[in-house]
């Protein structure tokens, strides 16, 4: 199962990932994580790794040496692709978890991020997982990469929501964009500190047709990882991922 | 997206020939295309259009240009 993790920019897809991941390791299963933010580069430290994985990019030579590597057929090129065939220096590892990287924007005037988008794009579509394992797309922020068609190779959408107007208005957008696909989409909410507010985001979202399956409380834990750049675990924020990725799988077993 | 999708216009049909080709070389009598991901097509033909704003397309079609 290929999840994308979707959302305002701010409303908490790399903690989201971050927490699903580490469940998902507690569960025995074996869990990749896209990392395809072009922009931001923490999610490796939230994974609880020292440095990040050599971006994707790198296999085609990276923006600046993009022309000359070109000339060479990678692993990128191949029809299919399994996690085994992913360059070790690629993939990074810890404890049953799996990270790659795509690329990121790393100079000013070094142009537009389209081959990152068409190498995510292929990534994901040849990406073949075997039944116990599952890829978490920490996606970019907003709705650009459906644009791009990033989102085909995905197999659901979990849209990442939190208590404003503005994150309301994009998981609407998502939601109609990823139908458009025919891929299913489902809410979590996050940062919540009442019942009230997750009432009134769930009432929100339904009457946009989007079905909420968890809820992530505001955690001091996750507040202070994220601020000190330190792995996310443990606290109630994490036990709240444990339903939301109980939800997922049984979502999937019935899908099959 | 900036990478395009070329084509030759054949006269009765628009053939694709390669997806997400990042480099387009000029010789002798064609191109040569290469893609993202390092595939190579030399193809004969001239350039019809190029479309660089909505679908990203490059068109070629048979013979030289007009």
């Given at each position: 199962m290929k999840i994308s993790v979707c959302g305002k920019g701010g409303s908490g897809k790399s903690v989201l990932t971050s927490l699903l991941a580490n469940e998902a390791i507690s569960r025995g299963l074996g869990i990749l994580v896209v990392d395809s933010d072009e922009s931001n580069s923490g999610l490796f430290k939230m994974l609880g790794f020292e440095k990040p994985p050599i971006p994707l990019m790198e296999l085609i030579g990276g923006k600046k040496r993009l022309k000359e590597k070109m000339r060479n057929p990678n692993v990128l090129a191949e029809s299919h692709l399994s996690i085994k065939d992913i360059p070790s220096q690629h993939l990074i590892r810890r404890n049953g978890l799996m990270l790659v990287s795509i690329g990121k924007i790393l100079h000013s005037l070094e142009g537009?991020?389209?081959?990152?988008?068409?190498?995510?794009?292929?990534?994901?579509?040849?990406?073949?997982?075997?039944?116990?394992?599952?890829a978490i797309i920490d996606m970019e922020a907003g709705v650009e990469h459906f644009g791009r068609g990033i989102d085909e190779g995905i197999d659901r959408v979990l849209l990442v929501v939190e208590p404003s107007f503005e994150s309301l208005t994009v998981a609407e957008k998502i939601k109609g964009l990823a139908s458009g696909m025919n891929k299913p989409v489902s809410a979590v909410l996050n940062k919540i500190d009442s019942e009230r507010i997750a009432h009134k985001l769930e009432g929100e979202l339904k009457t946009r047709d989007i079905e909420v399956i968890g809820t992530i409380p505001n955690d001091p834990l996750v507040f202070e990882a994220c601020l000190e750049g330190q792995a996310i675990g443990g606290g109630k924020a994490f036990h709240a991922a444990g339903k939301v990725l109980g939800n997922l799988l049984s979502e999937n077993r019935e899908m099959d | 997206m900036c990478l395009s999708t070329v084509y030759m216009n054949s006269g009765y049909e628009e053939k694709e020939i390669m997806k997400d080709v990042a480099r387009i070389e000029a010789e002798g009598k064609g191109f040569w295309l290469i893609n993202l991901f390092g595939e190579r097509e030399f193809i004969e033909g001239s350039i019809q259009t190029v479309d660089l704003m909505d679908e990203h397309f490059v068109m070629l079609r048979k013979g030289k240009p007009n």
């Open positions: 537009c991020a389209c081959p990152m988008g068409v190498l995510n794009r292929e990534f994901l579509k040849k990406l073949r997982l075997s039944e116990n394992e599952i | -």
